[in-house]
């Protein structure tokens, strides 16, 4: 590598007193004194939260308040600390969602040993588990800090949902077979 | 190579000359060589329909010239090919001296693509629920040969999803591929034609025969074949993702067939056991009510605590208990074995009843109804390990008669119970009572009343160690779960009591380390070790005994001796 | 009424009484300023929580204090006071707990001889000052530099490393810087001696500089002897141990240094100490170097408005040097050991002791 040798110009008796840097410096800190703080007050203003945030994981619904996740393990398989526990179960038959067969019976994420990676997300074939825009949850113990089932629809709500597989699925099962 | 059969064929495998066993199908010869042929309907132990499609591949045979017979040359001298113009089906093609195998040219590559697509045409995208998920024949081969996304815009077929075809069996329709595996397995393995299709084309549908339903014992073994989730297990449905359990071989311990199982846990829960392919036991397949025995492991009866008369105590202080009981009676002690127990187990048997100087050990016998396939008479899965061991010298009874008689008389006052209940082989209650009893069991029962101390035995599942079924057949299992929490792990119970007794403490509680005893004591062991075992077992010389009356009849691979000397 | 005042001892009682809680007070919203300075200069908004019950919910006024942190020392003092005060097995006890008053002692006894404003009465001019000696200015060098006695006192009793380091540091760093010091200093005295009679008391100096050359330049010390100024600043730095030359604490390499196994009330002495050091520091710079209570151009009137005026102008002088003290913390990277010795011995010794000879010259000059 060829090597470029860079002048120095020799410092002056003024500059090497080191005062005229000095001032320099008081001049700058000076003027930051009265520019606005860059700070958030964060109790009473919060951050914006940017999309695609990771966030505290949840389960969500489709807009007509079905459960979306079908247990089918792949987030507790990919989930890098092991946070997710799901007990998966079968639909029962009187259920409007019969359809579907499978759904969770239990799912626990422990947010003690989440890491937030999202691989739960990015996984999910049916969309269920979303990182949403919860950046702060705490607890007074570590039972509070494992989400249950309950606990996950509560946090995560419902989000729009573009296919509504299970729901065409359904309607397709109702209207008969196609081929003729 | 010295020990290849000499009369090895030669045949060109994608352009390689290798030399296999004649009589194989292009499947069987490929998978010799790692070459994996993708196939849904073929299976080894099953007649060949070839429906699916899926395996086809080029062939071709070194030409002959028609008029003079001589082989056709190319032009610089090597033999000519006479390729088949059209892909031939590699499960129904046996192999023949020179013949040309190409696995993986483009036209196989696009045949396959083909066949998946249509495969794909009408299959629901249910893979989230399905239970074959991640061992689904049709997921591995969709990632390696499909296309990766759909032509097909109409509407899916719709079939009916939850069909019951068998108290163990669902069918989802939709899921089938119409491969046939099922409906051959009920022809020529059950040999009752349940199962058929019905309609044409696309409304294609499998179904029982009207009013009957799939309830053979051997039901579950339509799940294990089924490529896709078509047919799955009413036990195991949505139970647990299959990629998740810890695989574990193992033995079935309903009879002295000895199926091999895999046994499949998470976390320490056993969630489903499948047949393991021996094809010199049980070939591919087991019996339903084997699959099931992993219950025990978790049942309400389950003993799992140590108790010195009905005070729970540790490990350590029961097995110490139970020593200083059996001394006491040092001469006057029955031990009751199992053939339930294992090689080790019983080994270590035969040394304490050595130690207690007590009369020959007895075990008890169970007989049932030999289905001839793979259920037998004996539904003790060790009796000829007890033998081997020098356990028991006879043949277990039923009911012990010799045992009740000694406790009347008050020969016996102390009994040792190992994984048997003696009031269930016929020692009545009071005569129970009187005598001293130490039980060694899985399960709570009667006998557990009137003993002084309880120590909980491991389940099949919870210990390692072997078992010698009904052809002498040396089988191996190991641990797939933890046993209960605060039991003594695996052979330690039997020789730590060993140890309590003598003072001294010759064997580790391992299956090797007991190995290394039992091979220089036991002529038909000798020269082997445990890690030498291998997976299909080893058979061993069984002549010593050839004069008992076993009871077991023909089975599948399993000729009775006494039949074989008669022909 | 009248015993009372006419009491001295009294009074005296009663003006140290006054003087010890004013500095305190100072010392204690220094701390806030300095919280506030460096939040500012940091684009945060510093302490702004702190909320007195009822003097905080005032409307406007309330909010406004909150914000400004107010009553944020009060809430520092008292955590002070009331945290669990654990000492560490391994260290020597009585010298441990000797460390944190030696310290703060010799920081507030500096203050009785800074004289602070006047009172000008018929009779002439009385100095506003607890002690008003002859030999001011020697007995703030002496008692101030005794404050370093506590500082290595702390650093070898707490038994452990980080504290022996800032030990050691502190006491050579007070070492060199002292003599460059006390040589920036005997100009000043030099100079006056017309005016004082070559006295060494700090009021008759500050008096001097009440006078204007030519009636146009006020005769601030600082205005004719600026190296000195510079030389005596820059040294008072180091005497108080404040960035860039914070050696002995170095939170970054020495983790807190001398005071690292201090906490709770001994930590909040050390603490107070180094801030009372600061105050006085910064009144000795005024008095000396920056005409003390004089303002240029105007004299000050007569009476007890003359007396309040002097002190305020003091006391603003004093602040605006802190507020400097402060400024420079927030600005400079800290220097590292070996360079702090090298300017103590290699720089601004010889630079005070070149200006001495200067000055010895140019008065020997003037006066002949």
Redesign the interface.
């Known amino acids: 590598m060829a090597t470029k040798v860079v002048e120095r110009k020799p410092l002056s008796i003024w500059e090497r007193s080191y005062l005229p840097q000095i001032v320099g410096g008081l001049k700058i800190t000076f003027k930051n004194m009265f520019k606005p703080t860059v700070t958030l007050e964060y109790p009473e203003e919060r951050p914006e939260i940017p999309p695609g945030y990771r966030g505290v994981p949840t389960l969500v619904r489709d807009p007509n308040g079905r459960e979306k996740c079908?247990?089918?393990?792949?987030c507790?398989?990919v989930c890098p600390p092991k946070a997710i526990r799901i007990t998966?179960?079968?639909i029962p038959e009187e259920s409007e969602s019969r359809?579907?067969?499978?759904g969770p019976q239990e799912f626990e994420i422990n947010m003690l040993r989440c890491i937030y990676c999202g691989l739960c997300q990015e996984v999910c074939?049916?969309e269920a588990i979303w990182l949403q825009d919860i950046y702060s949850f705490t607890g007074y113990s570590r039972e509070e800090m494992v989400n249950d089932k309950q606990k996950l629809y509560e946090l995560g709500g419902t989000l729009p949902d573009p296919y509504y597989?299970w729901d065409r699925?359904k309607q397709?099962?109702l209207?008969?077979?196609?081929?003729h | 190579m010295s020990d290849q059969p000499d009369n090895l064929i030669t045949i060109n495998l994608n352009g390689k000359d290798v030399q296999v066993e004649p009589g194989l199908n292009i499947i069987e010869a490929a998978s010799r060589f790692g070459i994996e042929v993708p196939h849904y309907c073929y299976h080894p132990h099953l007649s060949v329909p070839g429906n699916c499609r899926m395996c086809l591949v080029e062939m071709g045979m070194p030409g002959k010239d028609r008029a003079t017979g001589e082989p056709m040359l190319n032009d610089d001298g090597s033999p000519k090919i006479m390729w088949v113009p059209k892909p031939v089906i590699a499960c129904a093609t046996k192999i023949a001296p020179g013949m040309h195998v190409s696995t993986e040219s483009d036209v196989v590559q696009k045949c396959r693509e083909g066949v998946m697509e249509f495969l794909l045409v009408n299959h629901?995208?249910d893979?989230?629920?399905c239970d074959q998920?991640g061992e689904c024949r049709l997921q591995e081969f969709a990632t390696d040969y499909g296309r990766g996304h759909s032509r097909f815009v109409?509407?899916?077929?719709?079939?009916p999803?939850?069909t019951r075809i068998g108290p163990r069996v669902m069918l989802d329709d939709e899921r089938c591929i119409l491969c046939s595996r099922c409906i051959r397995f009920c022809n020529e393995f059950i040999g009752k034609p349940i199962l058929g299709f019905t309609e044409r084309?696309?409304?294609s549908t499998l179904t029982t025969f009207p009013g009957k339903e799939l309830d053979d014992n051997y039901s579950l073994n339509t799940v294990d074949i089924c490529p896709v989730g078509a047919l799955t297990s009413t036990d195991f449905?949505?139970?647990?993702?299959v990629?998740?359990l810890k695989e574990t071989d193992s033995i079935d311990t309903e009879s002295s067939v000895g199926c091999n199982t895999i046994v499949g846990s998470r976390e320490g829960k056993i969630h489903r056991i499948t047949p393991r392919r021996n094809d010199e036991v049980n070939d591919t397949w087991m019996p339903d009510s084997g699959r099931m025995l992993y219950k025990q492991v978790e049942a309400d009866d389950r003993l799992t605590a140590y108790s010195i008369a009905g005070k729970p105590c540790s490990g350590e202080e029961a097995v110490k208990a139970a020593a200083e009981l059996l001394l006491q009676g040092q001469g006057k002690v029955a031990v009751v074995g199992s053939g339930r127990l294992s090689v080790e187990e019983q080994f270590l048997l035969r040394k304490i009843s050595e130690v207690l100087q007590s009369a020959p050990t007895y075990a008890v016998a169970r007989y049932g109804e030999a289905d001839g396939k793979l259920i037998s008479a004996d539904r003790n899965p060790n009796v000829r390990g007890a033998l081997l061991t020098g356990m028991i010298g006879n043949l277990p009874e039923e009911q012990l008669e010799d045992l009740r008689k000694k406790l009347e008389s008050g020969e016996v006052t102390h009994l040792l119970a190992v994984g048997e209940d003696l009031a269930e082989a016929g020692i009545p209650a009071e005569l129970l009572k009187q005598a001293q009893v130490v039980y060694i069991g899985t399960r709570h029962c009667d006998t557990c009343q009137h003993s002084k101390i309880e120590l909980p035995l491991l389940t099949v599942f919870e210990k390692s160690g072997t078992f010698v079924n009904q052809q002498f057949r040396l089988q191996k299992f190991n641990q797939a779960v933890p046993g209960p929490a605060g039991t003594l792990f695996g052979l330690s119970t039997f020789t730590k009591l060993y140890a309590a007794l003598t003072g001294e403490s010759p064997y580790a509680p391992s299956p090797a380390a007991i190995w290394t005893h039992m091979a220089e004591e036991i002529a038909e062991f000798s020269g082997l070790r445990y890690q030498d075992i291998p997976k299909t077992g080893k058979v061993l010389d069984g002549s010593r005994f050839d004069k008992l009356p076993f009871r077991e009849g023909a089975s599948l691979h399993f000729t009775p001796a006494a039949e074989t000397a008669n022909a | 009424m009248d015993f009372i005042l006419e009491n001295p001892l009294i009074l005296a009682l009663i003006k140290s009484l006054l003087v010890v809680g004013v500095v305190m007070g100072m010392a204690a919203y220094a701390v806030l300023a300095e919280r506030k300075v460096c939040g500012w200069i940091q684009g945060r908004p510093g302490p702004n929580r702190t909320k007195l019950p009822l003097l905080g919910d005032l409307p406007i006024i309330g909010p406004f204090l909150t914000r400004l942190g107010i009553f944020q020392p009060m809430a520092d003092g008292l955590k002070f006071l009331v945290k669990e005060e654990p000492t560490p097995g391994h260290v020597k006890r009585f010298y441990y707990v000797l460390a944190p008053i030696v310290s703060f002692i010799p920081a507030m006894t500096t203050m009785t001889v800074l004289p602070f404003g006047l009172w000008k009465t018929a009779d002439g001019v009385q100095p506003l000052v607890l002690a008003n000696i002859d030999i001011g200015i020697l007995f703030i060098l002496a008692v101030s530099s005794l404050g370093v006695y506590g500082i290595i006192l702390a650093g070898w009793a707490s038994n452990s490393k980080y504290p022996f380091l800032g030990g050691i540091r502190a006491s050579a760093q007070m070492i060199s810087y002292e003599l460059a010091m006390g040589l920036s200093l005997l100009p000043v005295f030099m100079w006056f001696a017309p005016e004082t009679g070559g006295s060494l008391n700090l009021f008759n100096i500050v008096q001097a500089q009440g006078n204007h050359y030519w009636n146009v330049i006020p005769q601030w010390t600082v205005f004719f002897q600026p190296l000195g100024a510079l030389i005596f600043l820059v040294s008072l730095f180091a005497e108080t141990n404040r960035a860039p030359f914070d050696m002995p604490e170095s939170e970054t390499d020495l983790v807190a240094g001398f005071n690292t196994e201090y906490g709770a009330f001994k930590f909040g002495l050390f603490f107070l100490g180094e801030y009372t050091h600061i105050i006085i520091g910064s009144g000795v710079f005024v008095a000396l170097f920056l005409g003390g209570w004089n303002l240029p151009w105007i004299g000050l009137p007569a009476g007890i408005l003359g007396a309040v005026l002097s002190v305020l102008v003091f006391l603003v002088k004093t602040c605006a040097l802190i507020f400097l003290f402060i400024w420079v913390r927030w600005t400079l990277p800290r220097f590292r050991y070996d360079q702090v010795m090298n300017l103590g011995w290699k720089k601004l010794l010889p630079l005070a002791v070149a200006n001495f000879v200067l000055y010895l010259i140019l008065i020997a000059l003037i006066e002949s």
């Open positions: 079908v247990s089918c393990q792949l507790e398989f998966p179960g079968e359809h579907v067969e499978k074939p049916e597989k699925k397709a099962e209207e008969g077979n196609p081929h | 629901p995208l893979c989230p629920i998920a109409e509407r899916k077929n719709v079939k999803k939850r084309g696309s409304y449905r949505f139970k647990m993702r990629w998740f």
